[in-house]
């Protein structure tokens, strides 16, 4: 996606679709609401301005069932990455005087999701350390892209998902993003191609 104007990040959002983001996976979120138990957590790792964060929450509340939905981000962008080198949230960071955390707590709000969705402030693996074993449903990732990030973001995550659940990721594409499916590999073997450049791997 072709980065909007410094303005459009001021723009008026009433549902998730008008949020900025790269978000291509609502038929993962619609497959979790179905398999998944109610009472279940979801944690997205990587929501930029809540795109994805508040499709999923809008998924959850079309299934009437009950979820717990967190998004977890740095607020501070992924930086300079991907073959052109480039810093994708670097303008939401400086529209936001160094953070996009207003912009994303702000489209959660406006999406009517200010009660069911949590926005956790937080480093990746640093987050992991906050749930218990075994506790979540599913992981999705969709932070840093490099190999480095990918490996520590699984790693974290990993001991997280609950048997049965899912570990998965965005940019599953060895031209675009070779760290992500290098680092994949490595660690988990047994991942998949799932949807549209989607990666999962299914907990035992
Ligand atoms: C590709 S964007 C997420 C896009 C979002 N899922 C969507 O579809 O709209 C990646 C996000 O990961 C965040 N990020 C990068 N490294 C991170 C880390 N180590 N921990 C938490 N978030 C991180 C960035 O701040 C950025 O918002």
Same mark, same amino acid.
């Given at each position: ?34 398999? +998944? ?7 997205? %790792? ?23 939905? %967190? ?41 009517? +999701?200010?009660?069911?969705?949590? %926005? ?10 906050? +749930? ?17 990030? %990918? ?54």
């Amino acid at each position: 996606m072709s980065q909007p104007p410094q303005n459009a990040f001021a723009a008026d959002v009433n549902q998730w679709s008008d949020i900025p983001g790269w978000f291509h996976w609502r038929e993962g979120q619609q497959e979790a609401v179905e398999v +998944f138990g109610e009472g279940s957590t979801f944690v997205e %790792v990587g929501s930029y301005l809540g795109r994805s964060l508040c499709s999923l929450a809008d998924v959850v509340r079309a299934s009437g069932r009950d979820f717990t939905v %967190v998004g977890v981000d740095t607020c501070r962008g992924s930086g300079e990455e991907g073959l052109a080198n480039e810093n994708a949230h670097g303008p939401a960071v400086e529209f936001g005087g160094g953070t996009f955390a207003g912009l994303l707590h702000r489209n959660v709000i406006a999406c009517g +999701f200010a009660d069911d969705v949590h %926005v956790f402030i937080s480093s990746s693996p640093k987050a992991a350390d906050f +749930f218990v074993d075994g506790s979540l449903a599913w992981v999705h990732l969709d932070a840093r892209h490099d190999y480095d990030s %990918v490996a520590a973001d699984v790693d974290a995550w990993l001991p997280k998902v609950k048997a049965g659940g899912w570990l998965s990721g965005d940019d599953y594409d060895e031209l675009l993003w070779p760290g992500v499916v290098a680092a994949v590999r490595d660690r988990l073997p047994g991942a998949q191609g799932w949807l549209t450049a989607q990666w999962r791997w299914l907990k035992p």
